[in-house]
């Protein structure tokens, strides 16, 4: 199962429809702070760990 951290409210029966894979890797290092802060400004719904 993948770890991931809902970024917005959604359905609680709903999986995201935007994901941030480790965060907003291609401006940031890998799950980074700045990288999970990056994708949701972006607008992701989720980010995944990718652990």
């Known amino acids: ?3 991931f951290i809902a970024a917005r ?3 609680p029966n709903s999986l995201p429809e935007c994901w941030g894979h480790r ?3 291609a401006a ?3 799950n980074t702070l700045a990288s999970f ?3 949701i400004r972006d ?3 989720a980010i995944e760990s990718g652990e």
Do not use: L, T, V
């Open 1 to 3: 199962m993948a770890n």
């Open 9 to 11: 409210n959604s359905h």
């Open 23 to 25: 965060g907003a890797s």
């Open 28 to 30: 940031w290092p890998e």
């Open 37 to 39: 802060q990056g994708a």
């Open 43 to 45: 607008g992701a719904h």
